[in-house]
């Protein structure tokens, strides 16, 4: 708890460009959520350098997507929006709880097991312990609910039981973190691949649709958008295609699936791929012109991150003081 309220820690990789899956499955929710919560939101670059980075195009995408972050809706007198490496407390901790995690517990993480065979050449142990940091992150903050698609709830499990496990040694030290999933958006797939998830690392352009991506690029990859010879927008996960594109439909338009299946009743799948992207294009437009605003003033940038950082650190403080006392290192006389 932080003056009363309940205290949300969610992230996001500053690698390759941001997919509407990110956007529908995590930003788009999170503006909501200030109101209730004390928010925390993180650039996360220490996780970005499990796989190989470019320096200045790394340093590059971190402020882009904090700039996204403010262009989304997040205002930063509200949520604490900072860099992951600024804040030493999360690395600390991560150490702490890498002695409190189980190298089995680890080889089962399905993440790991996709990276791994996607970077053969590059499987070092910051990749292996990834989601030990990702509990630090939400641990460091106390934090009661972590935001996130359904793809890290793997990832939210392995953090709530390496919590539990530190609490029955040291008493009531962490919060035990609750995923919270979005109604719709959770899981948005490729447009290319319906079975798989829309990922910024997809080698296929035409899979994913970027948040940066202009409404003529957005329109044309819906067009070509994989579907199936049923000729019926039904929402029926076993036409994956349609499935995915009502799925994005109603994220963007809050209309339901029903809803969406009668309105769509006779109509063609071109009417619809039109409908679908059309609504994309409504939702990425102020965003984009925010962003492209925001961009330009570089001192409130600079600002932001340096007083968020500030505040994100002096919370990160409290909770690591308490677990180095917990574990028992010295008491520091400086
Ligand atoms: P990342 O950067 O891969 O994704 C950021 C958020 O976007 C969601 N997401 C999706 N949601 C729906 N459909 C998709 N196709 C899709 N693709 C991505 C993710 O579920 C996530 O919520 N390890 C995390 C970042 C992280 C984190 C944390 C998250 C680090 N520490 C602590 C929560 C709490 C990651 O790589 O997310």
């Known amino acids: 708890m932080i003056d009363g309220k309940k205290v949300l820690f969610s992230g996001m990789q500053a690698t390759g460009n941001l997919t509407l899956g990110n956007?529908?499955?995590?930003?788009?929710?999170?503006?909501?959520?200030?109101?209730?919560?004390?928010?925390?939101?993180?650039?996360?670059?220490?996780?970005?350098?499990?796989?190989?980075?470019?320096?200045?195009?790394?340093?590059?995408?971190?402020?882009?997507?904090?700039?996204?972050?403010?262009?989304?809706?997040?205002?930063?007198?509200?949520?604490?929006?900072?860099?992951?490496?600024?804040?030493?407390?999360?690395?600390?901790?991560?150490?702490?709880l890498n002695c409190f995690t189980y190298m089995g517990e680890l080889n089962r993480m399905t993440q790991f097991k996709d990276k791994a065979a996607k970077h053969a050449d590059n499987?070092?142990?910051?990749?292996?312990?990834?989601?030990?940091?990702?509990?630090?992150?939400?641990?460091?903050?106390?934090?009661?609910?972590v935001p996130v698609g359904k793809d890290q709830l793997q990832h939210l499990e392995i953090t709530r039981d390496i919590a539990q496990r530190f609490n029955a040694i040291y008493g009531d030290v962490f919060a035990i973190p609750e995923p919270y999933v979005g109604k719709t958006g959770a899981s948005i797939k490729s447009l290319q691949a319906p079975e798989k998830k829309m990922s910024k690392s997809d080698e296929n352009p035409n899979a994913s649709i970027y948040l940066m991506d202009d409404p003529?690029?957005?329109?044309?990859?819906?067009?070509?958008?994989?579907?199936?010879?049923?000729?019926?927008?039904?929402?029926?996960?076993?036409?994956?295609?349609?499935?995915?594109?009502?799925?994005?439909?109603?994220?963007?338009?809050?209309?339901?699936?029903?809803e969406i299946e009668k309105e769509f009743d006779g109509k063609g799948y071109g009417d619809f791929k039109t409908a679908v992207g059309e609504s994309v294009v409504s939702v990425l437009r102020p965003l984009q012109e925010r962003y492209t605003d925001l961009s330009k003033n570089k001192d409130y940038i600079d600002s932001v991150i340096k007083n968020n950082a500030e505040k994100a650190d002096y919370y990160a403080m409290k909770t690591l003081r308490k677990v180095q006392k917990k574990v028992g290192f010295p008491e520091r006389v400086r």
Not at 123 to 132: D, E, K, Q, S, W
Not at 229 to 256: D, H
Request: glycine share 4%; hydrophobic share 40%.
């Open 123 to 145: 499987i070092n142990a910051g990749l292996f312990t990834y989601p030990v940091l990702m509990a630090a992150d939400i641990l460091l903050y106390q934090a009661d609910v």
């Open 23 to 96: 956007y529908l499955g995590a930003l788009k929710n999170w503006v909501t959520l200030c109101d209730e919560y004390e928010c925390f939101y993180s650039v996360v670059d220490l996780h970005s350098i499990t796989i190989r980075q470019e320096p200045a195009e790394l340093r590059k995408r971190a402020r882009a997507l904090l700039t996204l972050y403010i262009a989304a809706g997040l205002d930063p007198e509200k949520n604490c929006l900072y860099y992951q490496s600024h804040v030493s407390g999360h690395c600390e901790l991560s150490w702490i």
């Open 216 to 258: 003529d690029t957005i329109m044309r990859k819906f067009r070509r958008a994989v579907t199936d010879s049923e000729a019926q927008v039904r929402y029926n996960p076993e036409q994956a295609g349609i499935y995915n594109l009502i799925n994005i439909y109603s994220a963007c338009t809050g209309k339901m699936p029903e």
